[in-house]
């Protein structure tokens, strides 16, 4: 059973580990599964073979056997059902992990990604300087929530589970913005999640991506 | 066992089913499982006692015994986990509902959020008018994929799921945008979500919430 996950060929982020690759590598890297990576470029994300995959045209996918499945949320759901250590093992303490698990991803990630992509989108209008603030107090909304409710616990509900492998990863995206450091809470969480054994081998697994990526473009160069 | 959802007082929409509660009521409906309603003004929900079973200070939340829960897709996830009827019982059929579940919450979902929450962030600016059609566009980017995934089917993949039941009101959000209109299929799609008897029951559900509270507002105001 061979586990077959896609990713940038030229991650955008050029190795920060912030594109959702980053997610699946740090969860089969919790459960000590093995995994095959096939790199797609911009272009062949959006032909017919990769949509068959994934029905947005992005990555990562996740395919084992038979089984085909999009949208970082529920790859790391699956992994996490599969195998143990990423989800508690009670049923309640389970139902409130996988509510932090949809919250850091329908709640804090959207005004985030907003953010982030309103530089692409509009980041050359006369008007961005009076949009950009405005987007960053609606992220500041979310993360003074998440900041009063995770106070200095460890993790978000108990143990390590796999809304903690989300959360982190959605608040790296965060970085060089100046919003994080307006919450040390969140920082130290941010970094007890990167001084994982398996976050720091998912993070080394993509960088070597992006190293050998940019090593090809040099080498086209000369 | 009672099951105790939470759901606005006076909810922001007048009624038409927007409101995440009606997400909860259908899948309840769906199951067959009786529920009751504690009704939450916007003030409350900022309250210590609010937050404590919503970090976010959100509606709807979910008690059962001693379980809290928040966040619709986990809520919905959890009736569909303890109940049959809204996932499939094969685990790659399982596995790929909760994908499409995940899918309508974090690809789906954001954009249209965003177009509909501009509105009220910065709709006064004098350049709205040029935002706007950008975020619609960001909108089309995900309903012509969806609506190319969907084609003719009848439901996302295979029979009606807790997928279609997140996917179906997540679209219903654009009602009065003029986007839903571009994609015959979608609207289908909504339609046959609507038919459902298990809709109807949550949706007048909610309608005699709104329609309460305005004939309280109506006495108040002789």
Redesign the interface.
């Known amino acids: 059973m061979t586990i077959t996950i896609t990713a940038f060929e030229s991650s955008p982020d050029g190795g920060r580990g912030l594109a959702r690759d980053t997610r699946v590598r740090w969860a089969l890297e919790e459960v000590g599964r093995p995994y095959a990576v096939r790199l797609v470029s911009f272009k062949e994300m959006k032909e017919p073979s990769h949509?068959a995959l994934h029905?947005?045209?992005?990555i990562p996918t996740y395919e084992e056997d038979?089984?085909?499945?999009?949208?970082?949320?529920?790859?790391v759901?699956?992994i996490a059902q599969h195998n143990k250590g990423l989800l508690p093992e009670d049923?309640?303490g389970r139902?409130?992990a996988?509510?932090?698990?949809?919250?850091a991803?329908?709640?804090v990630?959207?005004p985030i990604?907003?953010r982030e992509q309103s530089r692409f989108?509009?980041g050359d209008?006369?008007?961005y300087g009076?949009?950009l603030p405005?987007l960053e107090d609606?992220v500041r909304v979310?993360l003074d929530?998440?900041a009063?409710?995770l106070g200095d616990a460890q993790w978000l509900d108990g143990a390590f589970s796999a809304a903690d492998l989300i959360m982190v990863l959605v608040l790296r995206r965060l970085e060089r913005s100046g919003l994080l450091e307006e919450y040390p809470n969140l920082c130290a969480y941010i970094a007890r999640g990167e001084a994982r054994p398996a976050y720091k081998r998912a993070f080394e697994a993509q960088l070597a991506v992006a190293n050998h990526d940019r090593g090809a473009k040099d080498a086209k160069r000369q």
Chains 1, 2 share one sequence.
């Open positions: 949509l029905p947005f045209g992005q038979d089984l085909v499945l999009f949208e970082t949320g529920a790859i759901f699956h049923g309640n139902a409130r996988i509510a932090w698990m949809f919250s991803l329908n709640t990630e959207p990604v907003e989108i509009v209008k006369r008007w009076e949009l405005i609606r979310r929530q998440l009063d409710r």
